[in-house]
Each structure stands twice: as structure tokens, then as C-alpha cells.
């Protein structure tokens, strides 16, 4: 992807490489200057053409070196730039040589920076942090991504209004660009200095030449750009932006007699605006009322066995970006791991299904909403001349009922309140970005009253505190986070919090938390401290702790994983980011973390590698080792004792052939082996892609995994008055099949399609119940019941128990054989008829079989089955205008 080699996405350790010559990390190169000129008579015509006087007024620059394969000697191909500027926006010119029949010119949605292209980056605020980065495409595409940390982060969700044109001439291909100043932030100085960079990417090499020369072995990249001389008399603009939209929905489905909520169809028509108002030259107001995201791909199908929330990517565009601001993860920690998941803010909470389920008597149907309807949304966020940085999000959902009915009588029950969340963060740079002090508050208000729901907190805080500096011209890191949560609410609402498998206080031998059922308030921090040495050499590293109490929890606003933790880690890697031997680049790394609970207990031990090679011929393989110690875990008897598990290995392998070609591939294998007849996990994916034409692209992602857990958790069911943990031996297999379809007609109108058959099935056998989980041996820490112990009860669905062999059940509990079938897919297009301005047309259906089927797993059977079922279809059209006032 483009933004490898400007992020610390590759992490690696340190090892000798035998033919490998040692080398210095890379010198800065001098700062370059571009001395532009003010346009006073008629505006650049942006048609790729080159031939407008007015491009007469400034010279030509060029001199790129390579930074891809090889950094720092000459391109291929030379490239010269021009910049301009007038009242109103900033105008590019660009002669890229080359030999016109080896340039590739590919057609892709916008922001897939396809084919070669050209890309400006500026830093209109010189800040040495920040930076708004535009890339045209030969094909016509448009790129744009907000840059932030000094190019560790590229949001490509921001989506400016900003014209390019590119064409082919006998030397090459030239492009022109025209890019408002009512897109960019500045201050209001009479005579302005602005960081730039360009950058050329030739497709067919790989390759990617910049003007500014900025090492590999440097840190940064904001902070590296040459500068843009020459401007004056620029004033910030007042930016209003506004986006109304209509929009019309058919919905149909089967037809269910007697339920006058399933007819078979419906019909909303419906309407909002979103906006962006510019405050002063530091801010931006994004708003949005009433918003729709009709036009958003379904979340991939899952079967989630666990005790733990399913965390799922944001996709909507509201939320997206800008996102970066309001990000605040608890122990960012290269290692990986479970306790880098946690984060003060997690956006899928806005507008999520209700989260509860009216009761209903014998007869009763019922009809309730899919998501909470978000009444309205606004985000505040930017940066000023002075390193001030700002985000806020404040949103609110509306009480949402659901509708009963029994025969003629109608009622209604509150299933998710009315609900306000807000989330907030400021951070100030000091000597240019070398340190970073910033606070993050967010809140959660429910209106409870008169809605009988008091299973939820009233009232959800957390905050924190963050700190970075770097130290020795930005070689080595020091980060630290300190972060705080309070809940109110009723005893109901506080005991599941106490109860939930974030810390399971009621845990019999969890000696270090008090368990109080009648609490109405629950409090904890967390934080982390890290060292780490950064990316200005080939041997690079982390180190740090972590911790989360056991009253810490986020989940209300943000996503916690587990609370009650201490973890300490360590990683350590080598790269060699120049072509040697067989190799463009290599990079290794190894790591280790260990885990405590908050009363001293240690949990578990964790070693890991991983390793990747991008070869000369642009093919990529790479693989991870994994081993987990025996261990023990506080959560696997789900609110019972700790419990000891053997060790376990985690191996993996894959490899993408060179995308550059007509048709490519992937494909990669991942196992997981537990020690003592514990069980293990197997999976293998492949991808095809093919481009029969410039304009589309076709993947298929077929992914196949087998799960065998020897102790699978069923239920926690009560006998005399003891709890019986029981647990069965799973067979589990699971197939899909992602299919995508992209046809860029023009850079203007795409089509889309995607859909995801998937089958999961799952057979239990040797049922057993927990005996001494910490005993010494594997097989002395639960008991298998015997074919007199147990029975299944075909009429009723259940197995019942009979563990003392007196003729009676003891207890009982679910058949726990599940087949899980579901296809969901969405066709869209998508038409910018005007900039800025949109229409959606969308096609999205989704089928779902849930039967029990005793025959064999079959992937083809269950694909048959579920296309046998009746689909739910969604037709929409959706309509916006972009106007600037």
C-alpha cells in the first residue's frame, strides 16, 4: 500500500543478515524552496494542457530522487512542478516524462491512488505536523488524505473539493490541479511560509521519487518538507459548506400471516443535512442532522463463541473523518495483544441496534427498529498556528419503542433510551511536535425516566491525561497515558457491570475486588507508559507496561476489552529498507508480554516473531511464530475460578504475488496447536484478483477454518446449590466467500458490489463439567459424563443431566449444535454529478437461515439452503447537493 514506507506499520527486531552490507542512518538534505508568484489575470484553465500564459510567471522545478527501491539516486523518469496562486486557490502544473506507451493509466474509486500519479503534500499551517495531501491519478482519479503526527497517520475519509486533469502528451503525461484555499487552513500573516512536498509514483517500476529528499532512516515527514515561498496577502476563508440530501427507501420481505408488522414491504421517505463551517482559520464545525448511511457496506458475518463483544470497523463517513483526533487507546503497544484493543472512544456505540428486547406474552409479535436513530451529530476540530489541537463530537439518539401486538391490541415499549454522548480532546505541541501534552473527557447521559429500563448506567465518565516527547533529535519516545472512569446507575445496572467478563468480581476465588450487589457506582483507571526508539534507524524498538483496575470500564462510549490487568512488553525489530540480493526490503521482529491480574497473580506468558520480504519481483511473503505458556485465565468459566490451560503455538504464512499485473493473488495458512489433546484451530484463506480492463477490478476471497477446542464453554447451570461449569468438545467449521466488483466508468461514476455467502456449523460431543480447573494435569481438571450421566432430549432440544445416577435429571441445558447461514450484499453507485454533489443508488440483500442441519458440513449444501430462503431486499436512492456559501 502507498503509505508502507511513511508509517511505522512494518515493525521488526534486531538480526545479522549474512551479504548484507552495514550502513548510517541517512542524512538530512538541505530544505529546498519553491519561489511561487500571486496570479493576476485570468485563472489557470485546469485541463491538463500546460498551455495558459499564465504559467510563464514561475520556473520549473524538479531534481526528484528516488525514496522507492532505492532511496536517493535518480527516478527513471524526470518530473517538474509549477505552483501558482491567487484569491481564491492554489494552481499545480506538473510534466511528468516518460515514454508515453509504458505509463499505466488504471480507473479506480477515489482514494485508491491506482496506477501512476502525482501527489502534492502541504503543510499550509508550518507546523512541521500536520499536512493536506492531494494525489491525481493519470487516469483521472483523485486522491486526499489529512496527515497528521508528522506522517504517521493519513485519514483518507477527508474528502476537500479540489479539480485536477491529467493528459498524455509525446514526452510523458501532464496534469494540472486547482485547489482552493477554502480547503486548507492558514493564518492570516501578510507573507506566508508553507512546507511542500511532491511526490511521483511510476506504477510499472514501483517506484516512487520525491522532490524533497527525505531519508528512510529519518523520523518524520511533516516535519522534513521543503517550503512553499512567494505568498502574500492571503486571507483565511470563511468556509460554509452544506449538504442537504433526500432520500427514498423500499424495503421487502416475506410476508408473516398474523403478524400485522411483516406485510411484505415498506416505504420511508426521508431527508437531513450535513454541514461544515469554517470558525476563524482554526476550525471546523462538521454537522449533520438526521443523517443516513443507507449507502454503507453490511458487516462481515461472524459467529462469536466468546464471552466478549465483537468489535466492528466504522464505516460511516460522518464518523470516520476526522477520527484521528478523537483516538485515544489505552496501551498502544506494537506487541498486539488483547490489551491494545481498549480505547476511550469507539464510534459503532452512536446509533447501534437497541440494545434491549421488549417481554412478550403467548401470542404477542413484535416490530423494533434495527439501529438507533441518530437525531443529530456535530464535530468541532483543528489546529492552530500554535500547536493547539481540538476535537469534540457531541451526538444524540432518540428514545426508540418497540411495537406489540396481539390481535387487535396494540403497545409499545421503550427498548433503547434517549441518549446523549459526547467525547472530547485538546492536545498542545511544544518545540515543533517534539512534545505533546493532551486531555480527553467523554460522557454518557441516558434518560431513564418512565422507560423501565434500568439494566444500563444513568450516567457514563471517563478522561484521561496523555504525554509524548522525544527525545535526541527525535531517536528515541516517551509516552504516557493515565485515564480514569466513573458509572452511575441502579444496583441492576452496576451488579451486570460487576458481573460482565470484563472483570467477573463474583468470581469465588477473586480475593482482590469486593463483589457488592447493591453498589450504585463503579470507578477505575488504567494508563501505560512506553519507551521507544523511532524509525530513523534499522534497528528500532518499544518496551512498557500497562494497567487497567478492576472498576475500569469504557464500554458505555469507547471498547474494553478485559479490565483487572497489569502488562508488561517488549518488542525490538530490524528493517533494511534497500534493495540487496533478492530483496527490495526485509523486516523481522520478535517481542514478548506478560500478563498479571490487579491482586498479583500471573496470568500468562507470551513470545512472538514475525517476518516479511517484499522480493524484486514485487512478490510479498511473510509469517509469524506465537507461544503461549501454560496459563491461567480469570474468564474461561465465565464468572467461576481462575483455570489453568496448557501452552499453545500459533503459526502462520502467506504470500501476495505483484499487483501490478493484470491478474494477481494471495493466499495464507494459519494454525494453532494447544498442547495436551487441548484442541486446535486451522484456517487458509486465498485472494484472486483480475483487472480485465483499466476500469474494473474483480476479487474473490475464499477463506475456509476448522475449530476444535477440546473445552468449549456451554453453560453455568446450578445443582444443590453448586455451580456446574459445563463444557463440551466442539467441532466447529466455517467457509465464506468475499466477492467484490468495481467499475470506475469515470473518476465520477463507480459501481460497487459486494457480497459474502457464509456457512458456519457446529457439532458438540463429550460433554463434561469442570472438576478442579487448576489442577496439575489436563485431564484431572474436569470429567466426561457418561452415556448414563446424560441423554439427549430430542422433543424438547436439551441434554439432561442426571450426575448422582438416581433416575432423575439433575439439570439441563440447550442442544449447543448450531448451523449458521447468512449472505448479505450490497450494490451501489455512485454519481458526483457536480463536485462535492451526490446520488446513491442502492441495492442491498441480505438472507439468513439459522435451522439446524445434522448431515455433515457442507459449504455448497448450506449455500443452496440459504438461497432457498426468502430475501430481505432494500432499494434506496439518495440525493445530495453541495452548496458554498
Known amino acids: 500500500m502507498k503509505r508502507v514506507v511513511l508509517c511505522l506499520s512494518i515493525l521488526i527486531c534486531p538480526i545479522v543478515w549474512p551479504g548484507v552490507p552495514a550502513a548510517q542512518p541517512g542524512e538530512e538534505a538541505p530544505r529546498r524552496v519553491y519561489e511561487t508568484r500571486r496570479l493576476n489575470g485570468a485563472p489557470v484553465v485546469v485541463d491538463g494542457r500546460l498551455d495558459d500564459p499564465a504559467w510563464n510567471l514561475v520556473e520549473w522545478s524538479g531534481d526528484f530522487v528516488q525514496r522507492e527501491p532505492t532511496e536517493g539516486v535518480p527516478p527513471t523518469a524526470p518530473t517538474e512542478f509549477k505552483v501558482l496562486y491567487d484569491d481564491d486557490a492554489l494552481y499545480f502544473a506538473f510534466r511528468c516524462h516518460d515514454d508515453p506507451a509504458l505509463v499505466t493509466s488504471l480507473l479506480a474509486r477515489r482514494d485508491w491512488f491506482p496506477g501512476d500519479w502525482i501527489e502534492v503534500n502541504i503543510d499550509s499551517y508550518h507546523d512541521f505536523t500536520t499536512a493536506y495531501s492531494f494525489t491525481l491519478s493519470l487516469s483521472g482519479t483523485r486522491g486526499d488524505e489529512y496527515v497528521s503526527e508528522d506522517g504517521s497517520n493519513w485519514d483518507s475519509s477527508w474528502d476537500p473539493v479540489w479539480r485536477g486533469a491529467t493528459r498524455i502528451v509525446a514526452d510523458g503525461w501532464t496534469a494540472e490541479t486547482r485547489i482552493p484555499l477554502s480547503q486548507l487552513r492558514f493564518d492570516g500573516a501578510e507573507e506566508q511560509t508553507w512546507g511542500l512536498q511532491v511526490h511521483r509514483r511510476i506504477f510499472r517500476e514501483e517506484e516512487r521519487s520525491i522532490w524533497q529528499p527525505i531519508s528512510k532512516d529519518e523520523t518524520g515527514w511533516v516535519s522534513r518538507f521543503g517550503e512553499l515561498h512567494g505568498l502574500r496577502g492571503l486571507q483565511p476563508r470563511q468556509r460554509i459548506e452544506l449538504m442537504p440530501y433526500a432520500r427514498t427507501r423500499y424495503e421487502s420481505y416475506q410476508r408473516e400471516e398474523d403478524n400485522p408488522f411483516r406485510d411484505g414491504h415498506d416505504t420511508a421517505v426521508a431527508g437531513g443535512l450535513d454541514g461544515k463551517v469554517g470558525i476563524g482559520s482554526d476550525l471546523n464545525l462538521d454537522f449533520t442532522i438526521n443523517p443516513d448511511f443507507g449507502q454503507v457496506e453490511a458487516d462481515p458475518s461472524v459467529v462469536n463463541l466468546s464471552a466478549f463483544e465483537t468489535y466492528y470497523s466504522e464505516k460511516r463517513p460522518f464518523f470516520i473523518e476526522g477520527a484521528s483526533i478523537l483516538n485515544l487507546p489505552v496501551a498502544p503497544a506494537y506487541t498486539g495483544g488483547f490489551f491494545t484493543r481498549d480505547k476511550l472512544f469507539y464510534s459503532r456505540r452512536i446509533g447501534r441496534r437497541p440494545q434491549f428486547s421488549p417481554d412478550l406474552a403467548d401470542g404477542e409479535v413484535v416490530d423494533r427498529p434495527d439501529n438507533t436513530t441518530i437525531l443529530g451529530a456535530f464535530k468541532l476540530s483543528g489546529t492552530s498556528a500554535g500547536g493547539l489541537s481540538v476535537g469534540l463530537l457531541e451526538s444524540v439518539t432518540a428514545e426508540e419503542k418497540a411495537a406489540i401486538a396481539a390481535g387487535h391490541a396494540r403497545r409499545e415499549e421503550v427498548i433503547e433510551p434517549r441518549t446523549n454522548y459526547f467525547v472530547g480532546r485538546i492536545s498542545q505541541d511544544y518545540d515543533e511536535g517534539n512534545t505533546q501534552v493532551g486531555a480527553v473527557l467523554t460522557s454518557v447521559h441516558r434518560r431513564l425516566a418512565d422507560t423501565g429500563i434500568d439494566d444500563v448506567p444513568r450516567q457514563a465518565y471517563s478522561g ?22 466513573h458509572l452511575r446507575g441502579s444496583t441492576e445496572a452496576i451488579d451486570i457491570l460487576q458481573t460482565s467478563s470484563a472483570r467477573y468480581f463474583q468470581r469465588p476465588d477473586n480475593d482482590h475486588v469486593d463483589y457488592d450487589p447493591t453498589r450504585t457506582a463503579l470507578s477505575g483507571h488504567a494508563g501505560s507508559l512506553l519507551f521507544q526508539r523511532t524509525s530513523n534507524s534499522r534497528f528500532i524498538g518499544q518496551t512498557g507496561v500497562a494497567w487497567r483496575s478492576p472498576g475500569f470500564d469504557l464500554n458505555d462510549m469507547g471498547y474494553l476489552y478485559s479490565a483487572d490487568g497489569i502488562n508488561q512488553f517488549t518488542w525490538a525489530g530490524y528493517r533494511w529498507r534497500n534493495p540487496a540480493w533478492i530483496f527490495r526490503s526485509f ?85 494453532d496447536q494447544r498442547a495436551d489433546g487441548a484442541g486446535n484451530y486451522r484456517e487458509a484463506w486465498l485472494d484472486l484478483i483480475v483487472r480485465p480492463s483499466n476500469a474494473l477490478r474483480i476479487t474473490l476471497s475464499p477463506s475456509i477454518s476448522q475449530n476444535r477446542p477440546d473445552l468449549q464453554y456451554i453453560a453455568t447451570l446450578d445443582f444443590a446449590g453448586t455451580d456446574r461449569y459445563v463444557f463440551g468438545t466442539l467441532d466447529q467449521r466455517t467457509a465464506s466467500l468475499t466477492c467484490r466488483l468495481d467499475l470506475c466508468v469515470s473518476p465520477d461514476l463507480t459501481v460497487q458490489y459486494y457480497a459474502m455467502p457464509f ?52 439439570y439441563e441445558f440447550d442442544d449447543p449444535d448450531f448451523d449458521f447461514r447468512e449472505f448479505n450484499s450490497n450494490l451501489v453507485v455512485r454519481w458526483e454529478y457536480e463536485p462535492g454533489s451526490l446520488v446513491y443508488l442502492v441495492w442491498a440483500q441480505g438472507r439468513g437461515d439459522y435451522a439446524l442441519d445434522r448431515r455433515n458440513f457442507d459449504f455448497a449444501r448450506g449455500l443452496r439452503d440459504v438461497f432457498d430462503t426468502h430475501p430481505q431486499n432494500i432499494f434506496l436512492i439518495k440525493v445530495s447537493r453541495w452548496l458554498s456559501l
Open 464 to 485: 484521561g491525561l496523555d504525554f509524548h516527547h522525544y527525545l535526541h533529535d527525535r531517536d528515541y519516545r516517551l509516552e504516557a497515558r493515565v485515564m480514569g472512569s
Open 759 to 810: 456457512v458456519s456449523s457446529g457439532r458438540y460431543r463429550d460433554f463434561k463439567r469442570i472438576t478442579d480447573p487448576r489442577a496439575e494435569r489436563y485431564r484431572d481438571r474436569y470429567h466426561v459424563f457418561s452415556g448414563q450421566e446424560i441423554a439427549r432430549d430430542a422433543a424438547g432440544g436439551t441434554f439432561q443431566v442426571d450426575e448422582d445416577l438416581d433416575g432423575g435429571m439433575d
Open 587 to 671: 523486516s523481522i521482529n520478535g517481542n514478548q508480554w506478560l500478563n498479571w491480574d490487579y491482586g498479583g497473580n500471573f496470568l500468562s506468558a507470551y513470545a512472538n516473531t514475525n517476518w516479511s520480504m517484499h522480493l524484486r519481483n514485487n512478490y510479498q511473503w511473510g509469517g509469524s511464530l506465537t507461544h503461549t505458556w501454560e496459563y491461567t485465565s480469570n474468564n474461561a468459566l465465565r464468572g467461576g475460578p481462575s483455570s489453568r490451560w496448557p501452552d499453545d503455538s500459533e503459526y502462520s504464512l502467506w504470500l501476495n504475488s505483484d499487483s501490478r499485473r493484470t491478474f494477481y493473488y494471495g493466499f495464507g495458512g494459519y494454525t
